[in-house]
Nanobody
Protein backbone atom coordinates (compact mmCIF):
# COMPACT_ATOMS: atom_id res chain seq x y z
CA UNK A 1 0.00 0.00 0.00
CA UNK A 2 1.33 3.39 -1.00
CA UNK A 3 1.51 6.15 1.57
CA UNK A 4 2.74 9.68 0.95
CA UNK A 5 3.37 11.91 3.95
CA UNK A 6 3.95 15.65 3.56
CA UNK A 7 5.60 17.97 6.06
CA UNK A 8 7.08 21.44 6.21
CA UNK A 9 4.03 23.62 5.86
CA UNK A 10 3.52 26.64 8.05
CA UNK A 11 2.80 30.34 8.22
CA UNK A 12 5.29 32.87 6.87
CA UNK A 13 5.21 36.45 5.69
CA UNK A 14 5.22 37.39 2.05
CA UNK A 15 8.71 37.24 0.61
CA UNK A 16 9.69 34.37 2.86
CA UNK A 17 10.60 30.77 2.09
CA UNK A 18 9.48 27.29 3.00
CA UNK A 19 10.61 23.81 2.06
CA UNK A 20 8.06 21.05 1.83
CA UNK A 21 9.01 17.40 2.10
CA UNK A 22 7.17 14.25 1.09
CA UNK A 23 8.20 10.83 2.33
CA UNK A 24 6.95 7.79 0.45
CA UNK A 25 6.18 4.34 1.73
CA UNK A 26 5.43 1.55 -0.69
CA UNK A 27 6.47 3.71 -3.63
CA UNK A 28 9.84 4.58 -5.08
CA UNK A 29 10.07 8.17 -6.29
CA UNK A 30 12.23 7.18 -9.21
CA UNK A 31 9.43 4.95 -10.54
CA UNK A 32 7.34 7.50 -12.40
CA UNK A 33 6.05 11.04 -12.34
CA UNK A 34 5.85 12.72 -8.95
CA UNK A 35 4.72 16.20 -8.13
CA UNK A 36 3.20 18.83 -5.92
CA UNK A 37 -0.31 20.17 -6.17
CA UNK A 38 -2.18 22.77 -4.18
CA UNK A 39 -5.73 23.70 -3.43
CA UNK A 40 -6.88 27.01 -2.05
CA UNK A 41 -10.32 27.38 -0.42
CA UNK A 42 -13.03 27.48 -3.06
CA UNK A 43 -10.63 26.68 -5.87
CA UNK A 44 -9.81 23.61 -7.89
CA UNK A 45 -6.71 21.58 -7.13
CA UNK A 46 -3.89 22.74 -9.41
CA UNK A 47 -0.52 21.38 -10.35
CA UNK A 48 2.47 23.29 -9.02
CA UNK A 49 5.49 21.26 -10.09
CA UNK A 50 6.29 17.78 -11.32
CA UNK A 51 9.22 15.64 -12.33
CA UNK A 52 9.53 12.47 -14.38
CA UNK A 53 12.08 9.77 -13.65
CA UNK A 54 14.23 11.09 -16.50
CA UNK A 55 14.70 14.33 -14.58
CA UNK A 56 12.32 16.38 -16.70
CA UNK A 57 10.66 19.02 -14.54
CA UNK A 58 7.56 21.09 -15.14
CA UNK A 59 6.26 24.13 -13.28
CA UNK A 60 3.07 26.10 -13.25
CA UNK A 61 3.62 29.57 -14.72
CA UNK A 62 2.64 31.15 -11.41
CA UNK A 63 5.61 29.58 -9.59
CA UNK A 64 8.34 29.51 -12.23
CA UNK A 65 11.53 31.03 -10.95
CA UNK A 66 10.33 30.86 -7.33
CA UNK A 67 9.71 27.15 -6.65
CA UNK A 68 12.05 24.20 -7.20
CA UNK A 69 11.12 20.53 -7.13
CA UNK A 70 13.78 17.97 -6.29
CA UNK A 71 14.09 14.49 -4.90
CA UNK A 72 16.54 12.47 -2.84
CA UNK A 73 16.45 8.97 -4.30
CA UNK A 74 18.52 7.55 -1.46
CA UNK A 75 16.15 8.79 1.23
CA UNK A 76 13.14 8.49 -1.10
CA UNK A 77 11.95 12.01 -0.26
CA UNK A 78 10.45 14.59 -2.58
CA UNK A 79 11.00 18.29 -1.89
CA UNK A 80 9.48 21.56 -2.92
CA UNK A 81 11.61 24.61 -2.21
CA UNK A 82 9.41 27.70 -2.21
CA UNK A 83 10.92 31.17 -2.29
CA UNK A 84 9.57 34.71 -2.62
CA UNK A 85 6.25 33.47 -1.31
CA UNK A 86 3.12 35.48 -2.03
CA UNK A 87 -0.28 35.56 -0.30
CA UNK A 88 -1.75 33.87 -3.38
CA UNK A 89 0.46 30.85 -2.65
CA UNK A 90 -1.68 30.15 0.42
CA UNK A 91 -3.17 26.68 0.02
CA UNK A 92 -3.08 23.09 1.13
CA UNK A 93 -0.15 21.48 -0.65
CA UNK A 94 -0.31 17.85 -1.68
CA UNK A 95 2.34 15.41 -2.78
CA UNK A 96 1.25 13.03 -5.54
CA UNK A 97 2.74 10.18 -7.51
CA UNK A 98 1.99 8.23 -10.62
CA UNK A 99 2.98 4.71 -11.61
CA UNK A 100 4.37 5.90 -14.93
CA UNK A 101 5.98 9.00 -16.33
CA UNK A 102 3.67 11.82 -17.29
CA UNK A 103 2.85 12.19 -21.00
CA UNK A 104 1.71 15.77 -20.49
CA UNK A 105 3.74 18.74 -21.71
CA UNK A 106 3.10 20.64 -18.48
CA UNK A 107 2.38 19.66 -14.90
CA UNK A 108 -0.10 16.79 -15.19
CA UNK A 109 -3.73 17.36 -14.20
CA UNK A 110 -4.67 16.11 -10.77
CA UNK A 111 -6.76 13.27 -12.18
CA UNK A 112 -3.68 11.80 -13.85
CA UNK A 113 -2.03 11.00 -10.51
CA UNK A 114 -2.45 7.64 -8.81
CA UNK A 115 -1.46 8.32 -5.20
CA UNK A 116 -1.94 11.27 -2.85
CA UNK A 117 -0.78 12.48 0.49
CA UNK A 118 -3.09 14.19 2.97
CA UNK A 119 -1.53 17.58 2.52
CA UNK A 120 0.33 20.23 4.46
CA UNK A 121 -1.02 23.75 4.94
CA UNK A 122 0.90 26.79 3.74
CA UNK A 123 -0.28 30.23 4.80
CA UNK A 124 1.36 33.41 3.53
CA UNK A 125 0.51 36.70 5.16
CA UNK A 126 0.97 40.09 3.52
Amino acid sequence: QVQLVESGGGSVQAGGSLRLSCAAFGYIFSKGCVGWFRQAPGKEREGVASTNNDGTTRYADSVKGRFTISQDNVKNILYLEMNILKPEDTAMYYCAARDHNSPYSGVPPFYAMDYWGKGTLVTISS
